[in-house]
């Protein structure tokens, strides 16, 4: 049984053209691995940009008894709890004249 449920949502805005993608990527992993530390439940993270993936990584560990880390490729079992984070990104979308075209 899982003891503990960790939830993180980070909205962050990356300029890309001001900085390389090195930069990026160093940028993020410094962001997230002072949020979720190696050895406490954690998350995947992945930015897409123009339909391509800019970055992907997982941080954390998926299961507390075994330890097993999470990457990119991890499956969360999260339930209903999604639906609300899709429907508010869809609204927003929606609403900044970006999901319809």
Do not use: H
């Not at 940009?49 to 990584?57: D, G, H």
């Not at 075994?66 to 899709?86: C, D, M, Q």
Request: cysteine-free; aromatic content about 12%.
């Amino acid at each position: 049984m899982m003891k503990y449920l960790f939830s993180l949502l980070i909205f962050t805005t990356v300029n890309t053209r001001a900085q390389l993608p090195g930069t990026v990527t160093k940028s993020l992993d410094s962001i997230f691995q002072i949020a979720i530390k190696a050895y406490e439940p954690g998350g995947a993270v992945l930015l897409v940009k123009n339909n391509t993936v800019v970055y992907k990584k997982g941080f954390g560990i998926a299961d507390i008894k075994t330890k097993e880390k999470i990457t990119a490729k991890t499956l969360f079992n999260v339930g209903s709890i999604s639906k609300t984070f899709v429907a508010y990104g869809i609204l927003r979308l929606a609403k900044e004249g970006l999901f319809w075209r």
